[in-house]
């Protein structure tokens, strides 16, 4: 028993309750500037990045992952209420995105689920719920997130109801 | 009137004087460890980030650029005082470096020339001379660096003999 989780392209808009879109597109950029000679275009800030209260650090890893098979079943979501985390494709590999804002009650507010271009990545705001890596294809994504020592900054969430994430003909 | 640059493959212990190299491969993470229920290995903490002394932060941004034509012409390097500066192919682009020491007296040291192998990337440390982004195909770069309002935070070194970067036959 599982509901079927309705895909959408990921845009800046529809994803700003829960981080910001890492891409190189009218808007997404705090500025935008010829660099290098003019060889280059900078789209400048891209992301907030939340990883440097007390005890913690940026760091930059790479998570070298499977593709997931459709359908496929979510039954959890994760946060982390010490720093924000931002996956970014290295190699053009689309992935899904299951996020759910925090309802006042503390309970979970309804899923939301995005599919990127490809040439998209995201970061995700402090504490918001979101599930793990889930890549179209294998491949590997740079990750920026926070290191702490002792800290613990991942939260998990099970769901009572899993949801689907069905084939990619749902997306709208 | 110019010297031609030997280029050679990017490896973590040639380039270790300069920076790090972001690849995830045996030997450039701090550890590597399984996450996301197996599907995904995480190399973590490839490269030293030196974005956050008084005044500055850590920001994410993309260089959209163009590709260089051979045999190209180095004249100038330059470098952030303040802060390290990575580079990270988001389309499997391979891209050169050119780094060079800084010598005893304030002149530079010889200067190097790397090839990247398209699933690299490299982060330069504080105050390394390093040409600007030379792609060998136009695409993406995600950039991770330094941020301070009112800081120079770019030097720039015009060499008195130019060095040319000519075919990829030279690569070593």
């Given at each position: 028993?599982?509901?079927?989780?309705?895909?959408?392209?990921?845009?800046?808009?529809?994803?700003?309750?829960?981080?910001?879109?890492?891409?190189?597109?009218?808007?997404?950029?705090?500025?935008?500037?010829?660099?290098?000679?003019?060889?280059?275009?900078?789209?400048?800030?891209?992301?907030?990045?939340?990883?440097s209260d007390a005890g913690g650090r940026t760091v930059m890893?790479?998570?070298?992952?499977?593709?997931?098979?459709?359908?496929?079943?979510?039954?959890?979501?994760?946060?982390?209420?010490?720093?924000?985390?931002?996956?970014?494709?290295?190699?053009?590999?689309?992935?899904?995105?299951?996020?759910?804002?925090?309802?006042?009650?503390?309970l979970l507010g309804p899923l939301m689920a995005f599919l990127?271009?490809?040439?998209?990545?995201?970061?995700?705001?402090?504490?918001?719920?979101?599930?793990?890596?889930?890549?179209?294809?294998?491949?590997?994504?740079?990750?920026?997130?926070?290191e702490g020592v002792g800290d613990d900054n991942c939260e998990?969430?099970?769901?009572?109801?899993?949801?689907?994430?069905?084939?990619?003909?749902?997306?709208?």
């Amino acid at each position: 028993m599982s509901q079927v989780l309705t895909v959408q392209p990921l845009t800046r808009e529809a994803f700003a309750p829960y981080g910001d879109v890492i891409e190189a597109a009218a808007g997404s950029a705090a500025s935008v500037y010829a660099v290098n000679d003019g060889r280059a275009q900078r789209f400048h800030d891209l992301a907030r990045i939340e990883t440097s209260d007390a005890g913690g650090r940026t760091v930059m890893s790479i998570f070298r992952t499977e593709a997931i098979l459709l359908p496929f079943e979510i039954t959890e979501l994760e946060r982390h209420p010490r720093g924000s985390q931002a996956f970014v494709p290295m190699h053009s590999v689309p992935f899904f995105i299951v996020v759910a804002a925090t309802a006042t009650d503390g309970l979970l507010g309804p899923l939301m689920a995005f599919l990127t271009d490809g040439r998209q990545g995201v970061s995700f705001r402090k504490g918001i719920w979101h599930h793990s890596l889930l890549a179209q294809a294998s491949g590997d994504f740079l990750v920026i997130d926070r290191e702490g020592v002792g800290d613990d900054n991942c939260e998990v969430f099970e769901l009572q109801t899993p949801y689907t994430i069905a084939a990619v003909a749902t997306l709208a």
